[in-house]
Structure formats: C-alpha cells, structure tokens
C-alpha cells in the first residue's frame, strides 16, 4: 500500500478558490490524456502518487475522459481505492458532464436526465459517494439554462457533489448561470476555461474579470497550450507528439509555422533570463494575479509533473516582463 510523502504539504502554494471556503494548489493533474484504457496503469499509478506526493491534492476528470470515455474515470476509481483510499479527506475530485456519453437522445448536452444520469455512472466507475466540484462541461444551445442549473442544484442538494462549476460558458452564459445559481443558493464556486499566454479569451470575453467580480474562481485547462509553450517543438515537431499523431484537436501541424517558432524562441529566451524553462514561466503567468486558482496540467511521465510544479518558485513578474510577453505574443500570431 502507498505510503505518503509526509513533507507533500510543505512546498505547494493553496490558493483559495473565488470567496470559498475551498483551498486548491495552484498545480492540479488533469486525467484528460494518458489515465485511458489504452494506457499503462502503472504508470497511472505513479503519476498519481507522484503528483499527491508533491502537494497536488486536486485530480480533475470528465465523464467522457479515456479512450474509450468513461475509462479515466475507472483507473482513477482503481488507484483511489489501491492506493490513495486512506487520504480521500485530502483529495479534491472533480468530474465533469456535458459531451456524448452514450447512444440516443439523452446521452449529451445539459438535460436534467442527462446531467444527474451522468453523475451517478460517474461516481459507480469512481467508486465514490461524492465528487468534490461537479461540472457542467458545455453549454447547451437547445437546453434552458434554468433547467441544466437546477440539475446541478440537484446534486449537490442530493449529497453527490460539494461544489458546482461551469466550462466553456461565455460570459454572457456565465452571468445568466450566476443569477439562477446564486438564487438557488447553490455553491457555484469554479469556472473552468481554457487559458494561457497565447489563449486569452477570457480576457477578451470579460470572463475572467467578470469571475473575479462574482466571487468565482478560475482554474485554467490547456496552459501549455498543447505543449506548444514547452521547448518540445522548437527543433521541429517530434515523431512521438500529440501533434505529429495528429491527436492534439486544438495544435495541428499547420499552425506550427516558422512566425509561430520565432514567437516561442523568443518566449524560451525570455524564460532563460528569469531562470525558468518555457513551460515553467508560462503556467507561472498564469497565476501571477489572483484571478485564476490553479493550473491544470497534463502529463505521460511523473517527470513532467515534476517539472511543472516548479513554477510556483517564482509567481513574480517586473512590468517590463509583462510587456515583453505581450510584445512577442502580438508580434508573433499570423494574420
């Protein structure tokens, strides 16, 4: 049986999430890749026990997440209770429902039978009581919104979730969601959006500062932008990449062009001069304010996790590093 690392709680920043109670780490392990049915168990396990021994105590999932769907959600459900069964009080689960789960009219979206359906199938593969944050992972354009809120109410209210949160809602979206939530007196504490240096939707949306008004945290998926801010593609791409197997859905080969290169050279060289890599200066910048939580992060090897928890050594950022990134960022996107 796993033995934790006893000094895990010692280097790991917690940030508090929007004007809740709950605490994150500003690193948390995404299972989106790598946690699937065609993956390696063991290695599952050691990254799991290997992020938890770092202080990362939140581990985000989707009902959808393998391939095949579902079958993240079994392994993680197999190493909780092999492994970390004893430190589940420690452990900040989420999991998500919003994209095709199973055949007919019912197995998508943001119906009321849909969403709660989809928790309870979540929490058997898990082999969990609860989840800590329950998701509605997109919005659903043909679903009143009032009804895909009152489900998520409803789980909470039911004792299958603690805390309820949105993803790729808009702003628009968002405040529309807020308002019933917040009558309902349901803990709407988490917004999860993709977001990094060279994704800012957020900001331009007004989301983010429209969370941070409401008391909402941020936690940010994609903040390496599918490894693009990393050193991995600066010599080309690699045979063994998401990119080159062509199963990266938001980096494809095209939009690696030699502007795009330049851009992250010069990013890489700017990370040199603070004493970080590409990718530790990246998640850095996104929690250099108190508008975003914690980062997401994926990874095939606890190497990787590793590594990225490093960023958290050095949050701060001069002005004249601010303005440089922007520099590079603009200059650098094609037209």
Same mark, same amino acid.
């Given at each position: 049986?796993?033995?934790?690392?006893?000094?895990?709680?010692?280097?790991?920043?917690?940030?508090?999430? *929007?004007?809740? %109670?709950?605490?994150?780490?500003?690193?948390?392990?995404?299972?989106?890749?790598?946690?699937?049915?065609?993956?390696?168990?063991?290695?599952?396990?050691?990254?799991?026990? *290997?992020?938890?021994?770092?202080?990362?105590?939140?581990?985000?999932?989707?009902?959808?997440?393998?391939?095949?769907? %579902?079958?993240?959600?079994?392994?993680? &459900?197999?190493?909780?209770?092999?492994?970390?069964?004893?430190?589940?009080?420690?452990?900040?689960?989420?999991?998500?429902?919003?994209?095709?789960?199973?055949? &007919?009219?019912?197995?998508?979206? %943001?119906?009321?039978?849909?969403?709660?359906?989809?928790?309870?199938?979540?929490?058997?593969?898990?082999?969990?009581?609860?989840?800590?944050?329950?998701?509605?992972?997109?919005?659903?354009?043909?679903?009143?919104?009032?009804?895909?809120?009152?489900?998520?109410?409803?789980?909470?209210?039911? =004792?299958?979730?603690?805390?309820?949160?949105?993803?790729?809602? /808009?702003?628009?979206?968002?405040?529309?969601?807020? /308002?019933?939530?917040?009558?309902?007196?349901?803990?709407?504490?988490?917004?999860?959006?993709?977001?990094?240096?060279?994704?800012?939707?957020?900001?331009?949306? *007004?989301?983010?500062?429209?969370?941070? !008004?409401?008391?909402? &945290?941020?936690?940010?998926?994609?903040?390496?932008?599918? =490894?693009?801010?990393?050193?991995?593609?600066?010599?080309?791409?690699?045979?063994?990449?998401?990119?080159?197997? &062509?199963?990266?859905?938001?980096?494809?080969?095209?939009?690696?062009?030699?502007?795009?290169?330049?851009?992250?050279?010069?990013?890489?060289?700017?990370?040199? /001069?603070? %004493?970080?890599?590409?990718?530790?200066?990246?998640?850095?910048?996104?929690?250099?304010?108190?508008?975003?939580?914690?980062?997401?992060? =994926?990874?095939?090897?606890?190497?990787?996790?590793?590594?990225?928890?490093?960023?958290?050594?050095?949050?701060?950022?001069?002005?004249? !590093?601010?303005?440089?990134?922007?520099?590079?960022?603009?200059?650098?996107?094609?037209?």
């Amino acid at each position: 049986m796993y033995c934790a690392n006893s000094a895990r709680y010692s280097e790991m920043k917690y940030n508090r999430v *929007g004007k809740s %109670g709950l605490k994150l780490p500003a690193v948390s392990l995404g299972l989106w890749h790598n946690f699937g049915g065609i993956n390696n168990i063991s290695n599952m396990k050691a990254m799991v026990t *290997g992020a938890f021994d770092l202080g990362i105590t939140h581990f985000d999932l989707a009902n959808n997440y393998g391939p095949p769907p %579902g079958s993240a959600e079994e392994n993680f &459900g197999k190493i909780l209770s092999e492994e970390l069964c004893s430190y589940r009080d420690e452990i900040i689960i989420s999991s998500k429902a919003g994209y095709t789960m199973w055949d &007919g009219p019912y197995g998508d979206f %943001g119906s009321r039978k849909y969403i709660i359906a989809s928790l309870d199938q979540s929490l058997k593969r898990m082999g969990l009581e609860y989840v800590d944050i329950f998701y509605h992972h997109r919005p659903d354009p043909e679903t009143p919104i009032e009804e895909s809120m009152l489900a998520l109410d409803a789980t909470v209210r039911q =004792g299958k979730a603690l805390y309820v949160g949105l993803s790729n809602y /808009n702003r628009e979206q968002t405040k529309a969601a807020y /308002n019933i939530l917040k009558e309902l007196k349901t803990p709407f504490i988490i917004h999860q959006d993709r977001y990094s240096i060279l994704d800012r939707w957020i900001e331009d949306d *007004g989301l983010k500062d429209y969370a941070y !008004e409401i008391g909402v &945290g941020i936690i940010a998926f994609s903040p390496l932008a599918q =490894g693009m801010l990393t050193d991995r593609y600066l010599n080309g791409i690699p045979d063994d990449s998401r990119v080159a197997r &062509g199963i990266s859905n938001h980096m494809q080969k095209e939009k690696l062009t030699d502007r795009q290169i330049a851009m992250i050279t010069k990013l890489n060289n700017l990370a040199q /001069n603070r %004493g970080q890599t590409l990718a530790e200066m990246s998640l850095a910048w996104i929690l250099k304010d108190q508008k975003v939580a914690s980062v997401l992060v =994926g990874a095939s090897k606890v190497s990787q996790i590793e590594d990225n928890v490093k960023c958290i050594n050095k949050l701060d950022f001069s002005e004249d !590093e601010i303005k440089a990134i922007d520099k590079i960022v603009y200059e650098g996107k094609d037209k």
